[in-house]
């Protein structure tokens, strides 16, 4: 069966660090892995996904993260935190018995000025 | 392209009272759409999966006759909570599997829900 976990319910970054947030997933499948962030009482926002090819994926607003089959890793990285990324991110991998998206519990990303 | 409009975005009941939630696609056929429900603080549960003209199916330890899915069109998902109780007050998210090999899912803003 499919899992994700995310290290760290909470990271805390100053304003212009570098941003690191981990997930590790468990797949029986090639994985497609996302990465969405999620505002107060709003819906989810893709950031990227991997699905084949390229293990290097950007996304929007800076972010990037790399599949690394060997470690079961998809971290999400951005080289300089604004205060605008302060909010929750939750990884998910595909492959629900439904075809539904398994998400990990999310990390709660603050960015201090 | 490939929004999902999800309505309302929060509403307050009495306890006993139903409230029904919709997801419209707006602009692409949704022929399937989950339905996940966030505690505070927490990640999203799955629910149940609703497909375009068939029953829903529902995750285990969910109510199917408290949780009532309608997917009657391909753009019109719905979720009636019926009977509300103040443990029914979560966060309620609607997403649409897209199709063509795009391998992508879309999500409504979700519906707030406080009974009181």
């Known amino acids: 069966a499919q899992s994700v976990t995310q290290l760290g319910s909470h990271v805390s970054v100053s304003e212009g660090a570098l941003v690191l947030l981990r997930c590790n997933y468990s797949s029986s499948v090639p994985p497609y892995l996302f990465w969405y962030v999620q505002y107060p009482n709003q819906g989810l926002q893709l950031l990227l996904k991997y699905t084949t090819g390229a293990t290097l994926v950007k996304g929007i607003n800076g972010f990037e993260a790399e599949f690394k089959k060997s470690e079961t890793s998809f971290h999400l990285t951005k080289p300089s935190a604004h205060m605008s990324d302060a909010a929750e991110y939750f990884c998910a991998v595909s492959g629900g018995s439904q075809g539904n998206l398994i998400f990990g519990k999310g990390t709660k990303l603050s960015v201090k000025p | 392209g490939a929004v999902v409009s999800q309505h309302p975005s929060w509403v307050i009941c009495k306890s006993g009272t139903s409230v029904k939630i919709e997801c419209r696609s707006l602009d692409f056929q949704a022929t399937t759409m989950f339905w996940y429900r966030q505690f505070p603080k927490q990640s999203l549960m799955l629910m149940a999966t609703s497909n375009e003209g068939s029953k829903a199916t529902y995750e285990q330890g969910v109510e199917k006759d408290k949780f009532l899915i309608n997917h009657a069109s391909l753009t019109l998902s719905t979720l009636t909570v019926t009977s509300a109780h103040p443990e029914d007050s979560s966060f309620y998210i609607c997403?649409?599997?897209?199709?063509?090999?795009?391998?992508?899912?879309?999500f409504g803003s979700g519906t707030r829900l406080t009974v009181v």
């Open positions: 997403s649409a599997l897209l199709q063509g090999g795009t391998n992508g899912y879309t």
